[in-house]
């Protein structure tokens, strides 16, 4: 916790926002005054009132109750695919470092094919085989941003693997796993958190842009994305339903990039 | 005002972490007169970088000149401002960085940067810069004067990229000439070369110069007056005669006895009947391996060597010779082309593949780098019990109690154990290098340029600690250096490579008289002594033989190309053999004894 008190402002900030969207991920539900689907006010694209804070929606939904559970879809979802292609790209990338090699080969020119396939489109024509489900949009997600991971990773991984205490646990006669994870793994932590924070951020964006589409999350439920598509009507009008998931969007985001760039890395811990 | 360069109570103060103001340089005075060349010498942490720096008005990110004052004839140059400081900087006063590789930009021609300084002040116009510039690579010894700026810096060795710094720091005739380490990263052979050349264009064009280095010898020879630096303060200044021979201070007179490493008695190691380890007919290298057995880039050819159980041998020889890559291949990292190495008389696997876990424990590595060479996100008590589990499956109180032992082995605290290496000196840090090869309990360390990183103090304790260490556990030394002073003082036995290939080999006590091989000789005589005088007797580098373009497609000696007894007819157009000399040093030459013994650059010096 020392860590916390150590942190700039704007690492402070950024963990605030993340902790915040965090949180209502996980209890904003029980939190919701009304049911996300249920009709309950009187009138489409409400100001702020006290019944309902955020207004209504396009058809006279609560906003912030919806908005809610969008939270829950959004960051859900991307945190899930963001640590699934985390996982599945780095381990990939110390395996390749650290066996070299046709292994090395074999892996990044598949990786290369990957990456030539235009991502929004790869989603597109997936969505369209088999129809949209949270399953298909987590695989996607992961699938896409796997091939970036790897390669910084892997860049990361095979420059430390030259260093002089890889060379020498080799000699000593450890395995690849040993190597991997307690030899190179702990030097790549900080840039590879910064990545992490960067494909989040993609993923956030993704996500929303495929439910702004009409193929992510499917109605009745909302992600921010679906949210900001449902009501872009009231963007004419300055409705708060169309505000709200946009200014959601925004905050998840940036406050999560906050937090990473302020996070301390060991190259730059002062002696 | 006889000075040219006065220096008053110059402090420079750092912030620590926590904020506080320290001084790393305190109250320091010293003046030079014009045209005379003062030295800065001291341990690494001595302030002498800051001092230097601070002459141009510069202070390093999270450093503050506080006091003081610094005078360049009439200018005070701690009152000027941001611009005339800028105006100031490569005009008035130059500076000449330690390592000419990493201060070129790649991407530009060598002229291009040579001129900048000229350019930027308006000092003359491009023409006469360039045709200047020139002046000074003929005056520099450089090959290719009238062409070598055309060329780009990947292009240029290190001791000719040194050169063309001088020449950058020169061409616009600057009051003050600052040379910062300028040879500390080349090689003894070519740092006697550069050092001539500085030497000749400063007396030549007489510039007033501080030369920055913790070398005593080389600064011997370059300097009028030596500063003599300790933690950010004078411990002693005067003439280099006074300082030579009759030095006040102690420190000054621990730092002239650490560079005269002390010959340490030889162990004379049991003859078994099966060497310890035993390389034969080693050939090794880099890219694929063609089908006469050649790799495509080798960096090894046809190595014998031999270490008896506790034994220390040295191999010596300038960076490119192939001495790192030896240690490698005995270690298992590089599998070698040709050739087998027998650790007990039993071969060893050529690669890590197919060693048995008590193979890899009996030979051990040490780099020389001690920063990258111990894991920063571990702590010393990880990077020490990690091959405790590995080797010996120690685990909890026991382990912690061999790693107090092995602190304790090392001469360091107990309590370093949870710290990381990132918090330690660069003495501790090559202690504990030591310890987790010790760790091991091997047979052989293989240590490649153990000393070389740390200061003439600190290496010569870590040497103190390995003899120590020889002696307690039997162990036995490859010892990797370019240092033949080091190499000579320690090691039993000693190999002299020269390109990849084994020159000369013999016991140490042959070492010391001639005949050696002319490289060898070379290597020997280039070593500066602590002397004045000795740069201009010296006759290394001198004019070589002329001899006709060697003939192709046969091994010839790889030392031709600088050989100072190269014979034409025969060392250009035959392989040369490998003699036993009578004092039984070996040595790959066409030349006999009587030859060699015509080359006598050493004298009878060597102590």
Known sequence: MKTIATLPFSGKLGLFLMAFWLLLALFGPMLAPYSPGSFVAYDVFDGISAEHWLGSDYLGRDVFSRLLSGARY??????????????????????TAVHGGWVDEALSRFMDTLISIPSKIFALVLVAAFGSSLALLLLIATVIYVP????????????????????????????????????????????????MGLRFVFIVLLLSGLSFLGLGVQPPDADLGSLVRENISGLGEGAPAILAPAIAIATLTIGVNLLIDALPGRGRQIT | MNNHVSVTGLTVTARNAAGEEFAIVEDVSFSIPRGEVLALIGQSGSGKTTIALSLMGYARMGTRIADGSIRLGETEILSLDAAQVANLRGNRIAYVAQSAAAAFNP??????????????????????????????????????????????????????????????????????????????????????????????????????????????????????????????????????????????????????????????????????????????????????IDARGEPRVPVLRDIDLTIERGATVGVIGESGSGKSTLARVVAGLLPPAKGAVLLNGKPLPPGLSGRSRDEFRRIQLVFQNADTALNPAHSVSQILGRPLEFYHDLSGPAKDRRIAELLDITRLPATLADRRCGELSGGQKQRINLARALAAEPDIILCDEVTSALD???????????????RDLGLAYMFISHDI?????????????????????????????????????????????LREGWLEQTEVGGPLPAVDTPAGNIDLCPFLPRCALRIDGVCNRSTPPRVRLASGNEILCHLNEADLLRLHFAEATVQ
């Open chain 1, 74 to 95: 959004t960051v859900g979802l991307a945190a899930a695919a963001t640590l699934m292609a985390i996982l599945l790209g780095t381990s990939l990338a110390l395996t």
């Open chain 1, 148 to 195: 970036g991971n790897y390669r910084i990773a892997r860049s990361l991984a095979v420059n430390l693997n030259q260093m002089d205490y890889v060379q020498v646990a080799r000699a000593r006669g450890e395995g690849g796993v040993y190597l991997a994870v307690r030899e190179i793994l702990p030097n790549m932590i900080h840039p590879l958190l910064a990545d």
């Open chain 2, 107 to 288: 991407s530009r021609k060598i002229m291009d940067q040579v001129v900048e300084a000229a350019l930027i002040h308006n000092v003359m116009p491009r023409a006469g810069a360039e045709a200047k510039a020139k002046d000074l690579f003929r005056a520099l010894g450089l090959p290719f004067p009238d062409s070598i700026g055309n060329r780009y810096p990947h292009q240029l060795s290190g001791g000719q990229l040194q050169r063309l710094m001088a020449a950058m720091a020169l061409v616009t005739d600057p009051e003050l000439v600052i040379l910062d380490e300028p040879t500390t990263a080349l090689d003894v052979t070519t740092q006697i070369e550069v050092l001539r050349a500085f030497k000749k264009v400063v007396q030549e064009r007489g510039a007033t110069a501080v030369y920055v280095s913790h070398d005593l010898a080389v600064v011997a020879q370059m300097a009028d007056r030596i500063v003599v630096l300790n933690h950010g303060k004078i411990r002693e200044q005067g003439t280099t005669r006074q300082i030579l021979h009759a030095p006040q201070d102690d420190y000054t007179k621990t730092l002239m006895a650490a560079a005269r490493p002390a010959i340490r008695e030889s162990a004379s190691p049991e003859a078994a009947p099966v060497p310890l380890l035993e390389i034969r007919g080693l050939t090794a290298g880099y890219g694929k």
């Open chain 2, 456 to 470: 003439t103090v600190v290496g010569a304790a870590i040497l103190e600690l390995m003899a120590d260490l020889r």
């Open chain 2, 485 to 529: 002073s080091t190499v000579r003082a320690i090691c039993d036995e000693i190999v002299v490579l020269y390109a990849g290939r084994k020159v000369e080999a013999g016991h140490r006590d042959t070492f010391r008289q001639q005949p050696f091989h002319p490289y060898t000789e070379m290597l020997i005589a280039s070593v500066p002594e």
